[in-house]
């Protein structure tokens, strides 16, 4: 995991890599790069693997071996092709609610492309997209094939990508008033914070979304102070205080937000490690998902219920909210 992280510090900074670290690419062995490769597919990293290498100046003796490099470009042509696709259809979907009098905002990944250095070969999944409670009606006539879903989104298909549209743009127990205007750096922000805490909590996270997260603090003005006195309102500080040293720590993300403080990071780790991108590749969980949808709901409450230690030391309020949010849904939706 160290060299796949090194790869992505590299690639976050947007400069060629300096002499000791072209040194350092150069003493990988092959089957140093299969298994960086193989991290980098798990963790939904590839393209920045990939812009890595494309930076550095001269081409290296690196130990990848022919199926490998080509591998490697192959996958990366794909990434891009679709990040260009989705970042089209991100905006024809934005224009045409706006153009029936609606305000949709992006979300989560759509909206987190746009601070890497080369946002295209950021992997996308989905299209997310936030619109006001009072504007859902609308959405039967605009998007009559829409379906609902337990955690009472909407979603649907549009020429082969799948868009979910959610009601609120941070699904956090809260009053209103408690929350940064939106859109802001504070509410993006916080809302990649509370989407990498709702998966650590669940399935499972994995790097890319952290990544998402040092790739936005990076790029957004923000105010350190308003940040902090915000995660300590919600009951977010002790979960942010081991996100952001992890950033610091792994991928060289300025610390303005809790100078001086260090607390281990081993669990964020471990929980990356272990599962991958939304903890699709551990062992159960892969299982699982090729089954029944009944077989994977069982299995998100299993992986919640293991994960109640964690949940219960870092965000209590919010692993109870999520959790009987998405019974409620799962109960009404089999009425």
Same mark, same amino acid.
């Given at each position: 995991m160290n060299r796949l992280l090194f790869l992505v510090r590299i690639a976050l900074r947007e400069r060629p890599p300096e002499e000791a670290e072209v040194h350092t690419l150069c003493s990988w062995d092959e089957k140093d790069w299969a298994q960086v490769l193989d991290q980098a597919r798990m963790q939904s990293l590839t393209g920045l693997v990939y812009c890595t290498l494309s930076?550095?100046?001269e081409k290296p003796a690196l130990a990848l071996s022919e199926n490998q490099f080509f591998s490697l470009v192959s996958r990366a042509d794909t990434i891009?092709?679709? @990040?260009?696709?989705?970042?089209?259809?991100?905006?024809?979907?934005l224009q045409?609610?706006?153009?029936?009098?609606l305000h949709p905002v992006l979300l989560k990944g759509a909206a987190t492309a746009c601070f890497y250095p080369k946002p295209a070969f950021r992997e996308y999944g989905d299209i997310d997209l936030f619109l006001p409670p009072e504007e859902f009606p609308a959405l039967g006539q605009l998007v009559p094939e829409a379906v609902s879903s337990p955690d009472g989104a909407c979603h649907f298909e549009q020429e082969g990508v799948d868009v979910d549209i959610h009601k609120k743009w941070l699904d956090i127990p809260c009053p209103a008033d408690q929350l940064p205007p939106w859109p802001s750096s504070e509410a993006t922000l916080l809302m990649l914070s509370v989407h990498i805490l709702k998966h650590?909590? @669940?399935a499972g996270v994995g790097l890319r979304q952290v990544v998402d997260m040092a790739a936005a603090y990076r790029k957004l003005d923000y105010s350190p102070k308003s940040l902090k006195e915000l995660y300590a309102k919600l009951h977010l500080e002790r979960w942010n205080r081991m996100l952001c040293c992890f950033l610091e720590e792994y991928l060289d993300t300025p610390d303005r937000i809790y100078p001086g403080e260090r607390v281990s990071t081993g669990p964020l780790m471990k929980m990356i490690q272990e599962g991958g991108n939304f903890g699709h590749y551990s062992a159960s969980r892969s299982r699982a998902l090729s089954r029944r949808p009944i077989i994977r709901k069982a299995d998100t409450a299993f992986r919640w219920m293991v994960r109640l230690p964690f949940s219960l030391r870092y965000a209590p309020r919010l692993a109870f909210s999520s959790f009987f949010s998405l019974l409620k849904g799962n109960l009404q939706s089999v009425r």
């Open positions: 930076l550095l100046p891009e092709r679709r @990040g260009l696709r989705m970042a089209e259809q991100s905006q024809m979907i045409r609610f706006r153009d029936a009098g650590a909590i @669940g």
